[in-house]
Structures are given as C-alpha cells and as structure tokens.
C-alpha cells in the first residue's frame, strides 16, 4: 500500500480563487509529520507548511494552509487567492516517528495550473 | 543565510562514466539526505548521512553508487559507470538536528546519460 496518496494529477484553478489539492497517508506510527513542497517548473523544491501528528490546530503559512483530518488520515493543501506563480508540481511527504533525520516519503505530486 | 548548494546543476556523461555530485548543507545543519527523482515521479530517499557516517543508506543501489559527508567540504554522491537508467533530477537536503526539523532542499542535479 502506498504511504503517500495524492490522487489528482492535475488540477485547474483560475487568478484568485481556493484551491485544494489532496493527500492521504497510511501510517500505524502514532508520531509523524506531514510536509508540502512546491516544484515550478524550474526545478527547484521549496518547502510551503507543516503539521505534526499531535498539532492540535490546522497549520497556516500566509495564503498556504493545511486541512488536517487525522481520523481520515487526510492533510490536504488549501492554497486561498491563487496566483499565476502557483503553477506548479505540488508534494505532500510525511515522516514517519519522530527521530531526527528520517527520510521523507513522497507522493507522486499534483500539477497545477492557474490561469488569468 | 545561503540556502542548500548543490552542484552542477546539470551533468552530461556517457555510459560508463563517473558522476560526482556535490551538496553544501545550509549552515548549521548537520544533517544531509539525498534523494532521487525519476521523470514524473515523486522524490525517493536514497542515503542519510551526518558528518564522517553514514546512517541510513536503506534507498541506495547496492552497486555503482556511494555517497560520503567528510568532516570538511561538500557531501558527495557519486555514481559509477553510469547507465541510462541512472538519468533522474538528485536532490540533496539538509536539516538541523531537531526531531522534527523540517527538510530544507538544494535546487537538484539533472544528470543526463547518454
């Protein structure tokens, strides 16, 4: 079973207005974090928000925020205001337990593209 | 505060070649992870070192590949005898040394086999 599960490939949304994009893990570790990453087109992987596993509310980093549902085992990105720049691959990963220096498991992403 | 540093951005060889990759952790991180990217994929870790050890190398290829983190200068990942197969982004990132340290990631290496 995949650990990480985005399940949009692609998704569409138009200059200022929310988007979602989703995620869903699968792990019997009770600590863990969750991440998302951007990947323009340029390459680069730019770190956007986190949440740990016993977070009590919802992560928020300026336009970014993170719908944590633990019972769903869901964290999916909302993204308020898009902007052009958004246009990009999107990663959610999670790091199981809560040791230092444990790999990140990656979904396989979501491409999204906004439009004027 | 530079971010992490990774170089050269893209690397051509032909099969058969050595590939050397280089990563520079951002300052204070003691940290360095190396992940690979395959077209259209998602990242998949490979190795997890700190200085002087490697920790975690569960990801690697048990063949032609091995990667260093000496006590001064860039970790390195480097690849022997490179085939076709080896063409993916290779991205290296750092963190601190706190459990929940988020990862931090240099832009990548393209390395292209031909």
């Known amino acids: 079973a995949q650990k990480i599960t985005q399940t949009q490939p692609g998704m569409f949304v138009q200059e200022k207005e929310a988007v979602t994009l989703d995620c869903t893990y699968d792990t019997s570790d009770p600590s863990y974090g969750l991440f998302w990453y951007k990947q323009p087109s340029s390459g680069e992987m730019i770190f956007l928000i986190y949440q740990g596993s016993y977070d009590q509310q919802n992560a928020t980093e300026g336009r970014y925020s993170l719908n944590f549902q633990k019972a769903r085992k869901s964290a999916n990105l909302v993204i308020s205001a898009s902007q052009l720049g958004d246009s990009a691959m999107y990663f959610c990963a999670m790091r199981e337990g809560n040791q230092a220096g444990t790999a990140l498991i990656f979904g396989k992403g979501t491409t999204l593209s906004v439009s004027s | 505060n530079a971010g992490v540093m990774q170089n050269p951005r893209h690397l051509v060889r032909r099969r058969g070649q050595e590939a050397r990759l280089r990563c520079s952790p951002m300052?204070?991180?003691?940290?360095v992870y190396w992940y690979r990217q395959l077209p259209e994929e998602g990242l998949k870790f490979m190795v997890y070192l700190q200085k002087e050890n490697i920790i975690d190398e569960s990801g690697m290829p048990k063949e032609r590949f091995s990667a260093e983190f000496p006590k001064e200068g860039p970790s390195i990942l480097r690849i022997q005898q490179v085939v076709r197969g080896d063409s993916a982004a290779y991205f290296c990132?750092?963190?601190?040394?706190?459990?929940?340290?988020?990862?931090?990631f240099g832009p990548g290496t393209r390395l292209t086999v031909l």
């Open positions: 990132a750092s963190s601190w040394d706190r459990a929940t340290d988020t990862q931090y």
């Open positions: 300052k204070g991180h003691s940290h």
